[in-house]
Structures are given as C-alpha cells and as structure tokens.
C-alpha cells in the first residue's frame, strides 16, 4: 500500500491556507463586490455582419427540423433550395469600412453604446424620447451581458453559444422584426411597441427557450428593452444598407430609394445611415403613439359563450367570403402542419392550437392582437374584416381558440368536428390523424 510521504506532510496546513485565501480573493473579485465585472471590456467592438443575409426565402416546406446546431448550415442552404441569399463579405472593401465606421460612430460599442451623433440633435431627440439615451443603453448593456448574450449574441444575432441548439431559435434582432405586436398598422415598417417588448421580457415566450425575467424588476426591464432597441436599430441599418448595396450592385444612389421622402445632402454610406436610423426611429414613434385597443370584451352568459365559440369555430375553419379559413395553414387545428419558412429563414410552423400554448401571451387580449395583428415575420397574416364587425368576430375566434383545448368547453357538435368521438373532457384524436 501507498503511504503519504513524510515530508509532505508539515507542509499540509500551509497549502491548505493558501488554497483557502486563493479561493476567498477569487470569490471576493468576481462575486457581487464588485459591479465591474459586468461591464464589457472597452475595446470590445461589435463585430461586422458575417452570416449570411436572407433576401427570398423557399417556397418549400419541411417535415422536420434541421438537427441541433444546424442554423447556419440550414440557412446556406436556402439558396439551392430555391431562396436568395446574399454574403456581406462580397461588399467591396471601401463600402464594408465606410458602413462600419458609420456603425461604430452611431451605435457605439457594448461598453458605451449609445443611439445617433451628437451633433444630428433630430435623431438624439427622437432616440431620447424613446429612452435610448446613453445612460440607460449602458445600463442594459450590463444586464444584458449577464442575462441573454449567451443566447442571443453580442450584436443581437441570436447566435449567441446557446442560440443554435434550441429551437425556435433566440430571436435574431437584426432585422427589426419582432413577432408579438400590438402596435396599428400604417406607415411602411411593421415596429412593436415598448410595450410589447417588455410583455416578452417579463413573460418570456411560453412554449420557448426564452424565460421570463419578470423577476428583474421594472427598471432593469426598461433598460433591457431600450438595448434590444439600439441592438435592432444597429442590426436593421447594417442589414438593410448591405442587403440594398449587393443587390443593387453596390450603388450608393440606390440607397436612397428607400427614403423616397428625405433629400440627401449628399449621397454618400454616411448620409444614409444617418436618415435610415432617423427613419426607423420615426417608426418606432408612431408605433408607440397607439396600440391596438379592442372593445370590451362581452360579459356572455354560458348560452352565448356556446354560440360565441360556435361562430369562432366557423369563422376558424370555413372558408366562406364571411370567414378567415385559418385552417388552411392551421391544418386539423393545427395538430398537421408542415414547418414554412419565417422572414429569417429559420423554420416554423403554424401552432397546434389545441395544446394551450401562446407563445406571445394566453390572454384574451394578447389572442385578440396576434388576430388583429397576425405574426408578421412567421407569415401568419392580419386578419381583414370591416370594422363594425371586427369586435365581434375576433372575440368569437378569441373563444373559440380558448375553448379548443379543452373538449368539454366546445357545443357537442363542434366537439365531435375536433376530437371525433371523444368522451367529455378526454381527447381521442379522429381517425384521419391515427
Ligand atoms: C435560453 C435562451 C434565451 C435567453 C437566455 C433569452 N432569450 Fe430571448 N428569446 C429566446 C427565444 C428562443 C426566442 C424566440 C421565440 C420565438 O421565436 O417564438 C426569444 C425571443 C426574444 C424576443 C422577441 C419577442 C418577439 O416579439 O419577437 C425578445 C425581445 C427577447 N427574446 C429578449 C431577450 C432578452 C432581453 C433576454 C435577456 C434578459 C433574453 N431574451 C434572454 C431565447 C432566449
Ligand atoms: C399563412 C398561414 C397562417 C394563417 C392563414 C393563420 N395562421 Fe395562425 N399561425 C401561423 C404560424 C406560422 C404561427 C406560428 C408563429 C410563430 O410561433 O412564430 C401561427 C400562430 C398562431 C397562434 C399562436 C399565437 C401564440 O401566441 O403562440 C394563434 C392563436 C393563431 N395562429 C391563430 C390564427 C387564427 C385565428 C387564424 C385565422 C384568423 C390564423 N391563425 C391564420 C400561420 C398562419
């Protein structure tokens, strides 16, 4: 049998207490002590856009997903797959180093990052009035570090480490778009409101990897959200000029054919990153001015709320001109569909609606604004239907998706459309989905 060398051991103590202080100065450093820690170094640099820019997606669908950790593999697919897609690094150098200063200039870096110039005062007036000011972006660049880089990446690109081996994937928020909105339609640009962003933070997205950071507190939500604005604001001006410039053969004067209203002073990389941003903060302005505020909801009794999901179980799956059809992309309510692509070139399918999930929220409100609204990026459309009847009808859908779930909730006769001869209460799936 081995034995403990003898001269070892008068030295244990001493290794022992030097562990022991080694270990109380690490924690010490690296625990709540010190905030620092936080904070990004300050030589870090958001990097240039290197993935891939989805232009057109496929018009195919899928019966399955891509395995774990395949989003970038998946997405250089999508040109063979009939889609269009463009590379940032065929950008002529000159133009790549022109919007990247711009970039930097405008957005700054994850230690001090910050929204417009300060001498364009029309831009920081609007950022200001959107809470992009300095102080709160850097405050949430903090938390962000700590609570969503590792799933959706330093620049937003949902690629963080964890980004491509869950799915849905972490939202990618370079492209400006956000799926949970409540905001009226008009103007070009489909923006959320502040609000809506919050609701995803506070709630997290059931159904999703994303978790609710209700916990967090009002004030770090507001800062949180005000850096997932700068980061969609950052990622949508360095998408859109890239995606433009390669498929405009590098024409800077066509650039500014997406601001048919502005007159350039001069038509330069620079000057359109600077109106672009102004632009797109405009948007967000007046998406925030008003959302989309249904009537009260009725107070049924049990007879109406019957006929109510009636309506809405008609109006769900018929496809007559006073219906929406939805069940042409909610296939057998949702329990068939196929995965389509979404605006990021990422795969989605239309919710099983009988399994009383809601990624953007369950209540009647939040049901009623994905109806009114659709999910703009997953291609579900807004509903169109005029406006004295829009109360009504959404509501009635709002109770029939409700109710679906639950087989018990649904009249007899809609019951047995749904589950087939199921008992009360117990779902037996019909003999089509055998
Ligand atoms: C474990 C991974 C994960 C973490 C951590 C995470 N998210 Fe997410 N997040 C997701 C996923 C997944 C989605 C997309 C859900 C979908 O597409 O339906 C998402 C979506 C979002 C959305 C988009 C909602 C919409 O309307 O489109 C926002 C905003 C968001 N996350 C912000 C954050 C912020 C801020 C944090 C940190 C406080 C965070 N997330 C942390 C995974 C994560
Ligand atoms: C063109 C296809 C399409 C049509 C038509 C469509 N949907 Fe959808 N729907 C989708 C997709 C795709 C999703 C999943 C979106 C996601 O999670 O990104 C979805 C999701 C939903 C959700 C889940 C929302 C949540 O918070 O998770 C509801 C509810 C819904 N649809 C209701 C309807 C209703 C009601 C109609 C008819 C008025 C309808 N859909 C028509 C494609 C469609």
Redesign the pocket.
């Known amino acids: 049998m081995a034995k403990c060398s003898p001269s070892l051991i008068p030295a244990l103590p001493k290794l022992i207490g030097f562990i022991t202080l080694t270990l109380a100065v690490c924690i010490f450093t690296t625990s709540g002590c010190s905030n620092n820690n936080d904070a990004y170094p300050d030589d870090v640099v958001y990097p240039f856009r290197a993935d891939l820019i989805v232009d057109e997606v496929p018009k195919l669908t899928h019966d399955r997903l891509p395995g774990p950790g395949q989003l970038d593999k998946a997405i250089g697919q999508i040109k063979e797959l009939g889609g269009k897609t463009f590379s940032p690094k065929d950008l002529p150098e000159n133009l790549r180093i022109e919007l990247d200063t711009e970039l930097q200039l405008t957005f700054g870096s994850p230690y001090k990052p910050s929204v417009g110039i300060s001498t364009h005062t029309e831009t920081i007036a609007l950022a200001k009035s959107l809470k992009l000011d300095d102080e709160t972006l850097a405050a949430g660049s903090k938390l962000y570090r700590r609570n969503c880089l590792h799933c959706h990446g330093l620049a937003g690109d949902g690629r963080g480490p964890t980004g491509p081996w869950v799915n849905?994937h972490p939202r990618d928020f370079r492209q400006g778009k956000f799926?949970?909105i409540s905001s009226n339609p008009g103007g070009n640009k489909i923006k959320p409101r502040r609000e809506d962003i919050l609701r995803s933070l506070k709630a997290g997205v059931e159904g999703t990897s994303m978790p609710a950071f209700g916990l967090l507190g009002e004030q770090a939500l507001e800062q949180l959200t005000s850096y997932v604005l700068h980061l969609s604001l950052r990622g949508e001006v360095e998408f859109e000029t890239t995606r433009t410039l390669l498929k405009k053969k590098n024409s800077v004067t066509e650039l500014f054919e997406l601001l048919p209203d502005e007159e350039p002073a001069k038509e330069t990389v620079q000057e359109f990153v600077k109106l672009y941003l102004k632009d797109l903060l405009k948007a967000y302005q007046k998406a925030d001015a008003k959302g989309i505020e249904p009537a009260a909801y009725p107070n049924f009794s049990d007879a109406e709320m019957l006929e109510s999901v009636k309506r809405g179980y008609h109006?769900?799956s018929s496809s007559a001109s006073d219906a929406?059809?939805?069940v042409?992309?909610?296939q057998d309510f949702g329990r068939q569909p196929l995965y389509?692509y979404?605006d990021w070139g990422t795969l989605?399918?239309?919710?099983n609606?009988t399994l009383s999930?809601?990624?953007?929220?369950r209540r009647p409100v939040?049901?009623y604004w994905?109806?009114k609204r659709g999910?703009p990026p997953?291609?579900?459309?807004a509903?169109t239907v005029p406006a004295n009847e829009e109360s009504q009808k959404i509501w009635d859908?709002v109770n029939f998706?409700e109710a679906l779930p639950f087989p018990g909730l649904l009249p007899d006769d809609v019951r047995s459309k749904v589950y087939g001869q199921a008992t009360r209460g117990v779902a037996v799936l019909p003999e089509s989905t055998k």
Do not use: E
Request: proline content about 9%.
């Open positions: 849905p799926k949970f109006l769900f929406f059809g939805c042409s992309c909610h389509q979404d989605v399918r239309p919710s609606l999930i809601y990624r953007g929220g939040d049901l994905r109806i999910i997953s291609k579900m459309p509903v859908l998706i």
